[in-house]
């Protein structure tokens, strides 16, 4: 095969780095926003919310090559990636909703859980666009350009969620 045959158009590139954006996205208010949220509006300790994510974290570092080697053993007809990273996606939908959507009188125990589901469907999301990212190009010269748009779709989902608060308003939203 020809280095030509291997590069892989823009707009697959494109595609590979569009779920970036809301993983990017989730990302930033979960570490800024969460905690702050869990402990002065829904009343848990700053301690346990503190010590429930530090603990999952440390969780999440034994999971990711777990479920890093879970991955390259799956064999499907959707390919050992695609299918992991489709099953993420119903993962983080769910723990998202339940985590930002608490209500006030929630446990301890209802944060942990929904942390290690959020972190483990981000961890599978994560994971699985990687590998298939790696997966796409056997050259190194492609590779650093594939991985150079999923790095921007990080940074560009990033700068998105931190200018919607400046944004919303001007496009007529608001805030309570």
């Given amino acids: 095969m020809t280095a030509k045959a291997d590069r892989r158009s823009n707009w ?14 989730l990302g930033l208010p979960l570490v800024v926003y969460l905690p702050e949220y869990y402990s002065n509006q829904l009343g848990l300790s700053l301690a346990s ?3 429930a994510f530090g603990a999952v974290r440390l969780l999440d570092m034994a999971f990711d090559p777990y479920i890093g080697g879970v991955m390259d053993r799956t064999r499907s007809r959707f390919g050992r990636f695609k299918l992991w990273f489709a099953i993420s996606a119903p ?7 339940m985590l930002f959507m608490a209500k006030p009188g929630v446990s301890s125990l209802y ?28 050259q190194y ?16 989902g990033m700068i998105l969620v ?15």
Avoid at 12 to 25: D, E, F, Y
Avoid at 91 to 97: E, Q
Avoid at 130 to 136: E, H, Q, R, T
Avoid at 141 to 156: E, F, L, M, T
């Fill in 111 to 138: 944060l942990w859980l929904w942390l290690l589901v959020v972190y483990a469907g981000v961890s599978i999301a994560g994971l699985s666009q990687l590998a298939w990212a790696a997966v796409l190009s056997p």
């Fill in 141 to 156: 010269d492609q590779r650093s350009r594939i991985y150079g748009w999923w790095q921007a779709g990080n940074v560009v």
């Fill in 91 to 97: 993962i983080l939908m769910l723990a998202s909703y």
């Fill in 49 to 51: 919310v503190g010590a």
């Fill in 162 to 176: 931190l200018t919607l608060p400046a944004l919303l308003p001007l496009l007529g939203f608001k805030g309570h």
């Fill in 12 to 25: 697959t590139l494109a595609a590979l780095a569009a779920p970036c954006l809301p993983l990017a996205g």
